[in-house]
DNA sequence: TATAATTTTTAGGTCACCCTAAATATTAAT
DNA sequence: ATTAATATTTAGGGTGACCTAAAAATTATA
């Protein structure tokens, strides 16, 4: 099944809703993701509906198809690889590569993104953490958990990070926050829900509640 | 000025062609190019004219702005340099990447390109050895001429080719012949003005004028 | 359960990019 | 200089992807 740019974006979008809600995803929550008005969603499903990789129903929501599932694991597949590409190979830093990617995703050939995966080494995760499917649309797993979920005096490898904006990821940066940082948990404010956070062995540093949910760790 | 892939590529082929003819670009020959209608190609030649990327005249043809310019050499760069990331990076061989590069060619970030060119080592030329030009848009020249111009016992290196398609190129894979070949002329046949040609130190072989018009080659 | 609020779809329209057929302008040939 | 051939543009239309406003369906609330 033959689908445009534009098509990929929005089986994508409604992967990433359906994985976080685990329900049909709703017309609203597309428009509001992808930046376009609701009745531009509708107009898209039919069109989706209609080269049957979405399961659609009228008021009721979508899912996605078999055919539409694999169209969309790939899509994250080749732009979580082009991220790492950009990061590892161009030097770019981990808060500049997204939109890029955006673009890069939709260059259609099997033969490139194997090439470019081998290239990179076969890496499982992209620059943010994210895990990369495999060409079957596998996706690797692992056990996290975000940062508020530790108490004082745990420790925690950074692995991921949940939003993936620029300003957040610039701020992480300035205070020495990467993917691989140790964060050890010294005290929680009860009132805000703030913690107290050394840094791998250096500073300490007050995290806001909100940070803290966006932070995944390993526990060690 | 914000020009869509589209009109890219029209610029870009407008630029081949005066290229190539050194006068003002004419309808057909764009359509035929870019395998579109003449009605269509004056349907964009408005467009771009709008956007002042090209000078326009009713009947008279087409030549393109100082703007057109940039754009069309910008493009050509782009194309070029993902070029030479297909085959030095991910092992492509030369009759495979230009397609994958009349998609990437039109990712638009300055930044992007400029990484991509510094990791390539600054390449000058691509695969196919047509010069990538600079960021300003200056193209490297280099004195070839093309090997049906030597006389027998002359030699020349490879540094070029003109036809780009992929059968052409298998064709040459196929003789031994890439960049960088030696070939010598042995003799010409008057009758059809094929050349028997020592490729490198090894074999002989008999090649068509066409093929012979194809060769870009440097005397030595 | 009836009404209000929210969500979703339909109606009708725009814009870029393409098409074929017909009309018009330019260039070549007699 | 006409006429014929060729090149180019105009006319009219289609599709994908968007939009706003209005209508209809669903869900929440009183
Ligand atoms: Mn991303
Ligand atoms: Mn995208
Ligand atoms: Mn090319
Ligand atoms: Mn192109």
């Known amino acids: 099944m033959n689908v445009t740019a534009t098509e ?17 995803v709703n017309t609203n929550s597309i428009a509001a993701l992808m930046n376009t008005s609701p009745a531009s969603v509708t107009d898209m499903l039919k069109r989706l509906s209609e080269k049957k990789v979405i399961n659609y129903i009228k ?3 979508v899912t996605l198809s ?4 694999k ?6 597949r080749r732009h979580r ?19 890029i990617a955006e673009e890069l995703e939709h ?3 099997d033969r490139l993104i194997n090439s470019l995966d081998n290239f990179l ?13 495999n060409a079957e649309g596998k996706f690797m797993l692992r056990n996290q958990i975000s940062l508020d979920q530790l108490r004082p ?19 992480l940066n300035s205070l020495n926050i990467e993917l691989g940082t140790q964060l050890k948990v010294i005290s929680k404010i009860d009132f805000d829900h703030s913690m107290k956070v050394k840094i791998d062995t250096n500073n300490e540093s007050q995290l806001s509640q909100k940070i803290c949910k966006n932070l995944l760790v390993k526990r060690i």
Chains 1, 2 share one sequence.
């Open 107 to 109: 260059i259609k050939s």
């Open 121 to 133: 080494g076969n890496p499982r995760f992209d620059p943010h953490g994210d895990p990369i499917p």
């Open 71 to 76: 169209i969309a694991t790939n899509l994250i």
């Open 81 to 99: 690889l082009w991220e790492v590409f950009l990061v590892n190979k161009l030097n770019f830093s981990w808060e500049n590569v997204h939109d």
């Open 59 to 61: 008021y009721k929501g």
């Open 8 to 24: 990929e974006n929005y089986l994508k979008a409604i992967f990433k809703i359906n994985e976080r809600t685990n329900k049909a």
């Open 66 to 69: 078999p055919e539409g599932n």
């Open 153 to 171: 005096g745990q420790i925690g490898t950074l692995v991921g990070v949940k939003e993936h904006d620029s300003p957040f990821l610039t701020y």
